[in-house]
């Protein structure tokens, strides 16, 4: 059988939709280079947040050696970053996903061409291919199913969606390095195949181009096809965004687990990742009598009462929890002791890097590791009370941490002891 052989899809006339062409093509290309550049940076400053290099605890790609080139010590201005930066990241990866697939469906016509290479460069290039392909729907799985809350992938995903980034842009800097003339020129040529009058004026497919030599009747217009592909995102984006945003539009996060969800009413209604249940409190440990937390520092280690830390000054913060998985709550009205103030109190006027422990004996991040910075803000308290009232059980109940611009997973629940300058 011979490769142009219409029955066989390597050959072009195996391809019938008169859709695919260089122009419908480079405007999505031109979509994913903004998206995915936007999702890749949001991505490095997610890891970037954990301040991973801190401390092991925050780290859960420890192997990555010069891929950690970038980080930076996290700020905690503005109290909101983390929450727009990953609702960004999650939001924009979701309402992406019909122009990824539109976008493959496009070339996938190339992904059969023979010879499979005819030139040492073309052999890279059609590697690159495989790479973009296969990291791309690689990231974009691993990340709906992380955030779907489906953790079936082979390992954690911490790493599997880090390193797979890395391969991933890496093939798309080079597609994009390779295609981008083509894809002005295909773009720049629509205009011209308008005659005065916007008729259009056919011409013959180059070769190579991605237009069917024997297309079907036209169903619908290139421009269709592209408002098509608008809407799926646009409905995506609609039933997603609201558990960033949050207010009323949260009912509208139809396809977010945790975001979308009703936390009932009340000072303590608001999103939660964790319940007291699912990390293992017994409310034994958490009761006034039982409950002492342990401060440890430079002039040795104190044991508090409830009843002691509600005498030490408290001060008030409004800030929100923003999840890793991209759903955030409104500014929360939190009250507590500054950590500053505790770290005083074990001889610390100028506050150290903090090292965090909870009650808590199952799922992530038991412990975590906070910065000089974030222990200084005048903002960053262990919380006692939210809204008004005690927290209760699945908030963190007797006390926990919050911090400005953290993600959720750093601000502890259920805290047992901290101790300063062991970092
Ligand atoms: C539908 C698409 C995507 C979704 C839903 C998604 C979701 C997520 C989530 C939930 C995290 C935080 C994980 C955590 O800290 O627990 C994350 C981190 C990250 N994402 Fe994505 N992602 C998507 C696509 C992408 C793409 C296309 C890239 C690269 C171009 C990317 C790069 C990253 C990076 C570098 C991180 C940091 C990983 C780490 O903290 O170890 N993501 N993503």
Not at 246 to 274: M, S
Not at 283 to 303: D, I, K, M, Q, Y
């Given at each position: 059988?011979?490769?142009?052989?219409?029955?066989?899809?390597?050959?072009?006339?195996?391809?019938?939709?008169?859709?695919?062409?260089?122009?419908?093509?480079?405007?999505?290309?031109?979509?994913?280079?903004?998206?995915?550049?936007?999702?890749?940076?949001?991505?490095?400053?997610?890891?970037?947040?954990?301040?991973?290099?801190?401390?092991?605890?925050?780290?859960q790609t420890p192997d990555k050696g010069i891929l950690g080139?970038?980080?930076?010590?996290?700020?905690?201005?503005?109290y909101w970053l983390y929450r727009l930066t990953q609702g960004?990241?999650?939001?924009?990866?979701?309402?992406?996903?019909?122009?990824?697939?539109?976008?493959?469906?496009?070339?996938?016509?190339?992904?059969?061409?023979?010879?499979?290479?005819?030139?040492?460069?073309?052999?890279?290039?059609?590697?690159?291919?495989?790479?973009?392909?296969?990291?791309g729907l690689f990231e974009f799985t691993t990340g709906v199913?992380?955030?779907?809350?489906?953790?079936?992938?082979?390992?954690?995903?911490?790493?599997?969606?880090?390193?797979?980034?890395?391969?991933?842009?890496?093939?798309?800097?080079?597609?994009?390095?390779?295609?981008?003339?083509?894809?002005?020129?295909?773009?720049?040529?629509?205009?011209?195949?308008?005659?005065?009058?916007?008729?259009?004026?056919?011409?013959?497919?180059?070769?190579?181009?991605?237009?069917?030599?024997?297309?079907?009747?036209?169903?619908?217009?290139?421009?269709?096809?592209?408002?098509?592909?608008?809407?799926?995102?646009?409905?995506?984006?609609?039933?997603?965004?609201?558990?960033?945003?949050?207010?009323?539009?949260?009912?509208?996060?139809?396809?977010?687990?945790?975001?979308?969800?009703?936390?009932?009413?009340?000072?303590?209604?608001?999103?939660?990742?964790?319940?007291?249940?699912?990390?293992?409190?017994?409310?034994?440990?958490?009761?006034?009598?039982?409950?002492?937390?342990?401060?440890?520092?430079?002039?040795?280690?104190?044991?508090?009462?409830?009843?002691?830390?509600?005498?030490?000054?408290?001060?008030?913060?409004?800030?929100?929890?923003?999840?890793?998985?991209?759903?955030?709550?409104?500014?929360?009205?939190?009250?507590?002791?500054?950590?500053?103030?505790?770290?005083?109190?074990?001889?610390?006027?100028?506050?150290?890097?903090?090292?965090?422990?909870?009650?808590?004996?199952?799922?992530?991040?038991?412990?975590?590791?906070?910065?000089?910075?974030?222990?200084?803000?005048?903002?960053?308290?262990?919380?006692?009370?939210?809204?008004?009232?005690?927290?209760?059980?699945?908030?963190?109940?007797?006390?926990?941490?919050?911090?400005?611009?953290?993600?959720?997973?750093?601000?502890?629940?259920?805290?047992?002891?901290?101790?300063?300058?062991?970092?």
């Amino acid at each position: 059988m011979r490769d142009d052989d219409p029955r066989l899809p390597s050959s072009p006339g195996f391809w019938r939709s008169p859709l695919r062409g260089p122009w419908f093509t480079s405007v999505l290309g031109v979509v994913l280079l903004v998206g995915v550049t936007v999702l890749f940076v949001t991505g490095l400053v997610s890891y970037a947040a954990y301040n991973p290099d801190l401390a092991r605890v925050n780290d859960q790609t420890p192997d990555k050696g010069i891929l950690g080139f970038y980080l930076f010590a996290w700020p905690t201005d503005p109290y909101w970053l983390y929450r727009l930066t990953q609702g960004l990241h999650v939001t924009l990866g979701i309402t992406l996903i019909p122009v990824l697939l539109a976008k493959l469906w496009s070339v996938v016509p190339r992904l059969f061409a023979l010879p499979p290479a005819c030139s040492l460069a073309h052999a890279l290039e059609r590697i690159s291919l495989l790479l973009l392909v296969g990291g791309g729907l690689f990231e974009f799985t691993t990340g709906v199913l992380n955030v779907q809350l489906d953790y079936v992938f082979p390992g954690s995903f911490y790493p599997l969606h880090f390193y797979g980034a890395w391969v991933f842009f890496a093939a798309f800097v080079a597609h994009a390095a390779l295609k981008l003339p083509t894809a002005v020129r295909s773009l720049r040529r629509r205009r011209e195949e308008h005659g005065a009058h916007g008729e259009r004026v056919s011409r013959a497919p180059e070769p190579g181009e991605l237009v069917s030599p024997r297309p079907l009747p036209p169903t619908v217009s290139r421009r269709g096809a592209l408002w098509f592909v608008g809407g799926a995102s646009l409905l995506l984006l609609v039933t997603t965004a609201g558990q960033s945003i949050g207010g009323v539009l949260r009912r509208t996060a139809l396809l977010a687990p945790h975001g979308g969800a009703d936390p009932g009413g009340g000072p303590n209604g608001f999103q939660i990742n964790k319940t007291a249940a699912y990390a293992g409190i017994d409310a034994a440990e958490t009761g006034e009598e039982a409950w002492r937390l342990v401060v440890t520092g430079r002039t040795g280690t104190v044991r508090l009462s409830r009843a002691q830390l509600l005498r030490m000054p408290l001060h008030s913060s409004a800030l929100p929890i923003a999840c890793v998985e991209g759903w955030s709550t409104q500014d929360q009205w939190w009250r507590g002791v500054r950590l500053r103030d505790l770290a005083a109190l074990v001889g610390y006027d100028d506050p150290p890097d903090l090292f965090v422990e909870s009650l808590q004996r199952r799922g992530a991040f038991r412990r975590a590791a906070l910065r000089a910075n974030q222990v200084a803000d005048p903002r960053s308290l262990l919380a006692l009370y939210v809204n008004g009232e005690e927290l209760s059980p699945d908030h963190g109940h007797p006390a926990r941490i919050i911090v400005p611009a953290a993600p959720g997973v750093l601000n502890t629940k259920w805290v047992a002891r901290l101790t300063f300058g062991a970092l």
